[in-house]
């Protein structure tokens, strides 16, 4: 089985949705910053990754959690990878995409235009709030689609 | 590898790609322009809905045996088809598909009629619209057929 934890606009929500996903931070405390930095993907994302999928790691049952941001209409993205399943009769949970998406992807655009004026650290530090206050979601996501397999 | 699955795309999946398949399948001759009952003939022509935009929509298999879909994406087309591309690779089916954007012989009035349609539901005044615009369209769509068919190899 394959996880793919799909973002809207940056890397940054699913990178820490796949570290839970292996363990690597612990669902009981907020992660801080030394933690979130050293998150493998936790960053914003080029304009040519829109759409790539990058390989994190094998959890302990043995199945790959992979991550990707997409640019616009993510639900769109995820039928068309249900649909392709489909097409080669593949069980849907061949490959669960989990959606780690901001209520409010207006954020993202406020961090990329930060990013754009050259202001990195804001870009990051805002980033890491918008993490924090959404830790306990991708906490839940994880668990929900890990329990989903079982 | 040669493709197995030639996958026509466009914004809504209703109507360019729609058009292209039935050409690339022969229900549409591209030596004649079709009519309009013609055109609503075709399955899901001016009928697909948003739920239905990322779904393929299996059309036929051609003369070489290719197996021939409709998709729609809306403005995320390359990002599917970059997504689409890479879970081919993993589940063992890397090269087998081949996509082709028919957005850019969309006409203006295609784009307004299917808006009116299929966006605001107002059928009666986009679908004459649609049509009048598919019919416009229809020698693009054809050349784009005919170069598709000659790169996959007939």
């Known amino acids: 089985m394959n996880y793919f934890y799909l973002g809207l606009l940056d890397l940054y929500l699913p990178a820490v949705a796949a570290a839970i996903h292996l363990g690597q931070l612990e669902g009981k405390k907020h992660p801080g910053q030394k933690e979130l930095d050293a998150i493998k993907y936790f960053r914003r994302g ?15 049952a043995g199945d790959n959690v992979f991550i990707l941001s997409v640019k616009v209409q993510p639900e769109v993205v995820i039928r068309a990878v249900e649909s392709m399943l489909g097409l080669y009769g593949l069980p849907l949970r061949e490959i669960k995409v989990v959606p780690c998406l901001l209520e409010n992807p207006q954020l993202a655009g406020w961090g990329k235009l930060l990013s754009r004026l050259g202001l990195g650290r804001q870009e990051r530090g805002l980033a890491r709030r918008v993490v924090r206050s959404h830790f306990g979601g991708l906490l839940q996501s994880v668990q929900r689609s890990k329990a989903a397999k079982r | 590898m040669a493709p197995k699955k030639i996958i026509y795309h466009c914004y809504g999946g209703a109507h360019s790609s729609v058009v292209a398949a039935a050409i690339h399948l022969g229900q549409l001759k591209g030596s004649t322009l079709p009519s ?6 075709l399955t899901l022509f001016d009928r697909q809905t948003k739920d239905g935009h ?4 299996f059309f036929g298999f051609d003369e070489q045996g290719r197996q021939v879909y409709s998709l729609g994406c809306r403005n995320a087309g390359k990002t599917v088809e970059q997504v689409l591309l890479q879970v081919a690779e ?20 295609m784009r307004i009629g299917g808006y009116l349609s299929r966006r605001w539901l107002l059928v009666r005044l986009g679908r004459p619209l649609v049509l009048s615009g598919t019919r416009e369209a229809f020698p693009a769509l054809v050349r784009l057929v005919e170069k598709v068919k000659n790169e996959v190899g007939t």
């Open chain 1, 46 to 60: 080029s304009h040519d990754e829109d759409g790539r999928i990058f390989f994190v790691g094998t959890d302990s």
């Open chain 2, 54 to 57: 990322g779904l393929l929509h």
């Open chain 2, 36 to 41: 309009n009952a013609d055109f609503m003939r």
């Open chain 2, 90 to 109: 993993m589940i063992g089916a890397g090269g087998e598909l081949s996509f082709i954007d028919t957005l850019h012989c969309v006409t203006l009035k």
